[in-house]
């Protein structure tokens, strides 16, 4: 009996990363965070681990995986994109212990800053990428308390590898 089954495209194939056939030509942000495009080793005070970067889409979009080193236990992913209708940055970011982050934003300088909308109490969230070299940048996640300073939670040093 032959298998009717529609299959999804292997990962190796490109096809789920490259722009569909006759895709409009991409915007000219959306190459803006090609800085972060690449394999990065991190370490935090306690910690290290890995971040791999890559653009897809044909540029229009980048895709994170993180992964912290033992012992910690956090995975997560990202899709940042140029919302071009917006005006802004856009990230989408998920993890395995079930956080999930939208956050959208621009560069204020050389520093790319992205925030959450205001939760419930009035607080955000805010990343930062700064000190952007080819080889590293500081990356840095904050909160805030409703309509409070940014009070720095964790920063990530890192290196290109």
Request: with cysteine; proline share 7%; hydrophobic share 35%.
């Amino acid at each position: 009996m032959p298998d009717d089954t529609p299959h999804i495209a292997a990962a190796h194939d490109g096809l789920w990363i490259d722009p569909a056939p006759g895709a409009p030509p991409a915007d000219p942000q959306s190459g803006g965070l090609g800085f972060w495009v690449g394999e990065w080793t991190l370490t935090w005070d306690g910690g290290s681990g890995r971040n791999v970067i890559r653009a897809i889409h044909g540029g229009r979009a980048v895709l994170e995986t993180f992964c912290a080193d033992p012992p910690e236990e956090l995975r997560g992913n990202s899709i940042s994109v140029w919302d071009a209708r917006h005006g802004c940055w856009a990230q989408t970011w998920w993890d395995n212990h079930g956080s999930v982050f939208q956050l959208t934003g621009d560069f204020a300088g050389t520093d790319l800053v992205l925030q959450t909308a205001p939760e419930s109490d009035g607080s955000r969230y805010r990343m930062t990428f700064a000190g952007i070299t080819p080889s590293s940048l500081e990356w840095e996640w904050a909160r805030s308390t409703a309509g409070g300073e940014f009070e720095p939670m964790w920063a990530i040093r890192y290196e290109r590898a």
